[in-house]
């Protein structure tokens, strides 16, 4: 078992930028698979960034090339950089983590009913 915190979110302009963050502790946070998921009013849940023990990454063709996901296994922290923002990115972002032999790439992960570690979520919202 792992415990996760995020924090980070907030309200921005579209186009703007934030950082969440997700500090784990209580587990081995270096084997575990991470990923960032979000819900918005309405959806059902899905996962936006995947990474795996060494640090690959996948992401949801929706924030392809705008949001970035890092680890640091020192701090047992994981990161996602959202770049140009867009009011569609609006939601509750949550982080889970698990323990899988090979980690699921994200289209693979869906709405993460796989995981079992999840944090209390954040919300972000971008206004137009």
């Known amino acids: 078992q792992v415990r996760l915190v995020e924090s980070g979110g907030g309200s921005v302009q579209a186009g703007g930028s934030l950082r969440l963050s997700c500090v784990a502790s209580g587990d081995t946070y270096n084997a575990y698979c991470m990923a960032w998921f979000r819900q918005a009013p309405g959806k059902e849940r899905e996962a936006v960034a995947v990474?795996?023990?060494?640090?690959?990454?996948t992401y949801s063709d929706s924030v392809k090339g705008r949001f970035t996901i890092s680890r640091d296994n020192v701090k047992t922290t994981l990161y996602l950089q959202m770049d140009n923002l867009e009011p569609e990115d609006t939601a509750v972002y949550y982080c889970?983590?698990?323990?899988?032999?090979?980690?699921?790439?994200?289209?693979?992960?869906?709405?993460?009913?796989?995981?079992?570690?999840w944090g209390q979520g954040t919300q972000v919202t971008v206004s137009s």
């Open positions: 990474i795996d023990y060494d640090g690959a990454a």
């Open positions: 889970a983590a698990d323990l899988f032999l090979i980690c699921p790439s994200v289209e693979r992960t869906g709405a993460g009913r796989d995981y079992n570690n």
